[in-house]
């Protein structure tokens, strides 16, 4: 379903899970997440299932994930940064503010 990625013009380097990967500078993480190959971004609180993106605009709020420093983020809304941090989403820690409510 996706092609891993390997045309970075502007890259800048973050880690998933301590995992290094790269991106280019404007993506979203959930774009640079899935173009390492990355689809599980958070496990389900009840089934402890796999979760991925599944709107890609803010709606679904499936892609959440933890970012060092500013807590749960909505990886189709938030831009990489260099150096940026993330793990896996646990959605029972607060969202970043400019999220809605992460119960889910
Ligand atoms: S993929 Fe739906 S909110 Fe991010």
Redesign the pocket.
């Known amino acids: 379903m996706f092609q891993q990625r390997t045309d970075f013009s502007d890259p800048v380097t973050l880690s998933f899970e301590g995992r290094e990967i790269m991106a280019n500078r404007g993506d979203t993480l959930?774009a640079a997440l899935l173009g390492c190959g990355i689809f599980d971004f958070r496990r389900a609180v009840v089934s402890n299932t796999p979760r991925a993106?599944?709107?890609?605009?803010?709606?679904?709020?499936?892609?959440l994930v933890e970012v060092e420093g500013k807590g749960l983020v909505?990886?189709?809304?938030t831009e990489v940064v260099e150096g940026m941090r993330v793990n896996m989403g646990s959605p029972r820690k607060p969202v970043a503010s400019g999220n809605d409510s992460a119960d889910v």
């Open positions: 959930a993106p599944f709107c890609m605009i803010g709606n679904c709020y499936e892609c909505q990886a189709c809304l």
